[in-house]
């Protein structure tokens, strides 16, 4: 079953159901509490954790905060809270005599008095949509440069609930306990750094007006098994189109990841002027001069293949330009599964136009502020709403690359696998590659966020021994296991 993910406001209002049908709203506040502490008390005792501080605000996150120190007190941990005044919810207030009748030492600030094994944070909720104050902004910087395990209760605090994005300092958790569902800014943008581990905490049955904002993109991925009577032609012919004279590496990372996918034949157009230096390195993939050609050539050449890699290395200038207009008009005609990536990307926005449904656009967040007219810390802020506009305005399927990639089909995948060392020189090239061979061969029996998936399973088995100095030329190997494993 796929792993649901939620916006906060839906979170909100499934809750506020939950309590019109006669249920108790302290009770599910305790009934959290009590989940979250025996998960903890497991995982403390297993890594011999001792002192725990607990830090509450002055809403109901602080109320899970109260009875989660109580619970661990009664257990035989050191608890000891540290809070800020308390708001004005009957809920938080019984918590809080909970913790104080269990005679826990409640410090009104957060100065803290020693050095504890962990550090618990639940000081804001889901609720926080506006920037921290500067005494919020210091709180959190204390409790960051404390040496301690750190713990999340829903979500760090300061990190927006839907968008990641630190608002503008939050918790850098080790581990997060998410309440009732999880949410979208756990898992993108600078929430994957800042979430840690993270477990949801399931306390009351989903109802039927709940709607997921979207999905996380499965890891088990299983691609259909090759027939013993296949040949190259049975698996498909990806066409890689690019390779500006300045600019020969991009095209041969698409076509070597689109072998390496499992393509039967790939045909790389580009310069002449690297045709040797492609050979040399791979001597399966096929050639032809895209000055040379003529439209017959290009026409036939298109009959010939099914699916298209369009923009890797393909340069900006007055050359490119024409190459994209003569090609993207053929290509759009087609039926062909076709992927505009980097430079198509970018002459794409010069010239918006509707692309048809099986176009796959795959921009790092520069390249989606490039086609949207804005800028990318403006992509980066709300990345959801920005994939969300380009379909809008150009249509076809899209990826926004980057930390917690996300792909929109008809739903929208967030993708949980990869890693910071993929982000080099080349990634996206792979990736290209990928999307053009896989769809080559199994057109709509795999989904986009599938290969997405699979590309970001290879850059971690690539990063096994480390993160640092991956190239994107060594994913071929890592892509051959990858894609393998998964029959």
């Known amino acids: 079953m796929q792993q649901r993910v939620y916006h906060s406001k839906d979170i909100q209002a499934w809750e506020q159901r939950w309590f019109a049908q006669q249920n108790s709203s302290y009770g599910l506040m305790q009934q959290v509490a009590w989940l979250i502490s025996n998960r903890l008390i497991k995982q403390f005792e297993t890594s011999n954790f001792h002192r725990i501080a607990v830090c509450c605000g002055a809403g109901n996150n602080a109320g899970d905060g109260y009875l989660i120190a109580k619970y661990l007190k009664q257990h035989g941990f050191e608890v000891e809270i540290y809070a800020s005044s308390l708001g004005q919810s009957s809920d938080l207030n019984l918590a809080y005599k909970e913790a104080q009748q269990s005679k826990i030492k409640i410090y009104p600030h957060f100065n803290f008095q020693k050095n504890y094994d962990v550090y618990i944070d639940a000081l804001f909720g889901i609720g926080l949509n506006r920037p921290l104050s500067q005494d919020w902004q210091q709180i959190i910087q204390s409790i960051n440069e404390a040496r301690g395990f750190k713990v999340s209760v829903d979500l760090p605090s300061g990190l927006n609930a839907n968008t990641g994005r630190p608002m503008p300092i939050c918790i850098q958790a080790d581990q997060t306990y998410t309440v009732l569902g999880f949410k979208a800014g756990l898992f993108t943008g600078l929430g994957k750094q800042y979430a840690g581990h993270i477990d949801v905490i399931d306390a009351i049955p989903a109802d039927a007006m709940l709607q997921p904002l979207a999905y996380l993109s499965p890891h ?223 057109h709509q029996e795999i989904a986009l966020h599938q290969v997405v998936t699979l590309h970001a399973l290879a850059g971690d088995d690539l990063a096994k021994h480390g993160e640092r100095g991956l190239q994107a030329q060594d994913m071929k190997h890592a892509i051959y296991k990858v894609v393998n494993s998964s029959n």
């Open 220 to 442: 088990n991925i299983h691609l259909p098994m090759r027939k013993a009577f296949g040949h190259k032609g049975t698996y498909g012919h990806v066409l890689v189109i690019g390779g500006h004279g300045n600019m020969g590496g991009a095209v041969i990372m698409a076509a070597e990841a689109a072998f390496a996918s499992g393509a039967g034949k790939v045909t790389v157009i580009c310069d002449a002027k690297h045709h040797i230096a492609i050979l040399s390195r791979a001597p399966n993939i096929m050639l032809a001069d895209i000055n040379t050609m003529s439209e017959e050539d290009r026409v036939n050449l298109l009959k010939q293949v099914d699916a298209v890699c369009f923009g890797m290395g393909l340069g900006r200038d007055q050359w490119a330009q024409m190459q994209y207009e003569t090609w993207f008009k053929l290509i759009q005609q087609s039926n062909l599964e076709v992927v505009l990536d980097a430079d198509a990307l970018w002459f794409l926005a010069q010239f918006p136009q509707k692309l048809n449904s099986q176009t796959y656009c795959t921009p790092h967040p520069g390249e989606a502020a490039t086609l949207l007219g804005l800028k990318t810390s403006e992509i980066e802020s709300d990345r959801i709403a920005a994939i969300y506009a380009l379909q809008d305005k150009y249509v076809g399927q899209w990826v926004l690359k980057g930390s917690g990639s996300l792909t929109l089909e008809d739903e929208l995948y967030i993708c949980t696998a990869g890693n910071a060392g993929m982000g080099t020189g080349g990634m996206g090239d792979v990736l290209a590659g990928m999307i053009a061979s896989l769809k080559a061969q199994f």
